[in-house]
């Protein structure tokens, strides 16, 4: 008898369920993992279905239009779910983050009453606080400002007894913000100014993630090249990281092409963890436009960095950024564009068109370029780049290099990796498993992907 009433009153508390859902780049995907680390050491569990979350964040991106129309018709597809819960006696708390957040916090807290907090990507530290203060009731809870605070300090405390699991292969923000204002773009208002973390905890964080079981880090910042803490630069930084026990392979994005210094030039000869792979955004081939968009280098200032690069390391897999339809933009300039794609050849690339964002000097500009021209070069520039792509890919044909075994395919027995150039690469991998290093060899490749035999367990 004694015993079941024991059991009665110890019973474990049931965690609380958390739904993240996160649109955007790279840096939002970590920010994500960062909650979800804060929010365990506060008895919040992950779940991949919304119905049932007691708190649903959604993580934003505004980089491109329709981001914050997005976020409410997807706030009108919750509505229902947490009217729900509340007719249950249960609770689901709606909070908005990320970028939109941060750009139109107010005006979405006006326009969607469904939404119980509000926060921007530097806030997010606060969350235990922010939760508190809607649960004792408090409406509209907004928190967009830039806090004087280290934010990943704090969140190295708040988070460093359970931190969530994150596979073989993760991120680590090591450089936020922009000051380079580039005409087009909302980075430098939604993330603020460049602020570098200091070198001791980066390590340390990589020294956790190590013993969660990742092997690889990929070092994220919206200027990563323009990392600096102490004299430390991003090559520095690399090169400490590479001693960690168990980190086997390291990357880095997003880089500036006016931030490329010698020392990073240097990093993939002198560093045998650093991929063979690199990030490089030059947007448009035609001075005018560049010129227009505030990038503060020229197209010839360009393909000259990347032949220096390439005259260093010539095993390196190069990818771009591209904005097509500019304001201004003529025929002329677009030809430059794909002139300098021709010249440059690239592995990989992202290509837009261009999105007027509310705020941006390119907003204001004369001269924007009808839709139906943009989407038509887009595909003049996306055809080429998905040539070079493949061509890319087929010339991997019968060479070998290491495969990390990342996560399960398709098929049974099936496992995917990324190759030292970030190709997805498709292996039979019985015997093997996820975290593995292995030599494969090529088989076959697509535009997407290549298939590969495994040769030997490295
Ligand atoms: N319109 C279209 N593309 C944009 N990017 C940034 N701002 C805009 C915009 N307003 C693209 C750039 C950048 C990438 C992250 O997003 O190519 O490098
Ligand atoms: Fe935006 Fe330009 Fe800064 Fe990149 S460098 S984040 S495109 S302003």
């Given at each position: 008898m004694q015993s079941r009433s024991m059991a009665t009153t110890n019973k474990p508390k049931m965690p609380k369920k958390l739904f993240v859902k996160t649109y955007g780049c790279q840096m939002n995907v970590y920010d994500s993992q960062r909650m979800g680390d804060v929010l365990s050491s506060m008895?919040?569990?992950?779940?991949?279905?919304?119905?049932?979350?007691?708190?649903?964040?959604?993580?934003?991106?505004?980089?491109?239009?329709?981001?914050?129309?997005?976020?409410?018709?997807?706030?009108?597809?919750?509505r229902p779910m947490a009217e729900s819960r509340k007719q249950d006696g249960a609770n689901m708390m709606i909070a908005v983050a990320g970028c939109v957040a941060q750009a139109e916090g107010e005006e979405m807290l006006n326009r969607a009453p469904a939404i119980d907090l509000v926060f921007g990507p530097q806030s997010y530290h606060r969350l235990p606080e922010l939760i508190s203060r809607v649960e004792a009731g408090e409406k509209n809870v907004i928190e967009?400002?830039?806090?004087?605070?280290?934010?990943?300090?704090?969140?190295?405390?708040?988070?460093?007894?359970?931190p969530l699991p994150r596979g073989t292969s993760a991120f680590v923000t090591v450089q936020e913000g922009c000051d380079k204002f580039c005409s087009f773009c909302v980075v430098p208002?939604?993330?603020?100014?460049?602020?570098?973390?200091?070198?001791?905890?980066?390590?340390?964080?990589?020294?956790?993630?190590?013993?969660?079981?990742?092997?690889?880090?990929?070092?994220?910042?919206?200027?990563?090249?323009?990392?600096?803490?102490?004299?430390?630069?991003?090559?520095?930084?690399?090169?400490?990281?590479?001693?960690?026990?168990?980190?086997?392979?390291?990357?880095?994005?997003?880089?500036?092409?006016?931030?490329?210094?010698d020392q990073l030039i240097?990093?993939?000869?002198?560093?045998?963890?650093?991929?063979?792979?690199?990030?490089?955004?030059?947007?448009?081939?035609?001075?005018?436009?560049?010129?227009?968009?505030?990038?503060?280098?020229?197209?010839?200032?360009y393909v000259s960095l990347i032949k220096k690069i390439r005259h260093h390391n010539?095993?390196?897999?190069?990818?771009?950024?591209?904005?097509?339809?500019?304001?201004?933009?003529?025929?002329?300039?677009?030809?430059?564009?794909?002139?300098?794609?021709?010249?440059?050849t690239y592995a990989q690339a992202y290509s837009f068109k261009y999105s007027m964002r509310p705020g941006t000097k390119a907003a204001e500009m004369d001269g924007q370029v009808p839709e139906a021209e943009k989407s038509e070069r887009l595909q003049r520039l996306q055809e080429l780049l998905n040539e070079q792509q493949l061509q890319f890919n087929e010339s991997f044909v019968g060479r070998q290099f290491d495969l990390l075994l990342e996560r399960p395919?398709?098929?049974e027995g099936q496992l995917i990796g990324r190759s030292p150039y970030l190709q997805a690469v498709h292996v039979d991998g019985n015997g093997h498993e996820i975290g593995e290093i292995v030599k494969v060899a090529v088989n076959n490749a697509g535009k997407n992907s290549l298939s590969a035999s495994i040769i030997e367990t490295a």
């Open positions: 008895d919040y569990a992950m779940t991949d279905q919304p119905d049932d979350a007691d708190l649903v964040i959604l993580n934003t991106c505004h980089i491109r239009e329709k981001a914050a129309e997005k976020v409410y018709s997807e706030i009108g597809r919750l967009t400002e830039f806090p004087v605070e280290d934010k990943f300090d704090d969140l190295a405390q708040k988070s460093k007894n359970r208002f939604t993330r603020g100014a460049e602020f570098s973390r200091p070198v001791a905890q980066i390590i340390t964080e990589v020294e956790q993630l190590a013993a969660l079981g990742v092997r690889e880090i990929t070092l994220l910042g919206q200027n990563v090249n323009a990392y600096e803490d102490n004299g430390t630069g991003l090559a520095g930084l690399l090169e400490q990281l590479g001693r960690i026990d168990g980190i086997e392979r390291l990357r880095f994005t997003t880089s500036h092409p006016r931030d490329m210094d240097a990093a993939w000869a002198d560093n045998p963890k650093l991929m063979p792979y690199l990030h490089l955004p030059v947007q448009a081939g035609s001075d005018r436009i560049l010129k227009a968009m505030n990038r503060q280098h020229t197209a010839d200032e010539r095993d390196l897999a190069l990818s771009g950024d591209f904005i097509v339809g500019f304001p201004g933009e003529t025929e002329a300039d677009f030809e430059q564009t794909l002139q300098l794609v021709r010249d440059v395919g398709r098929f």
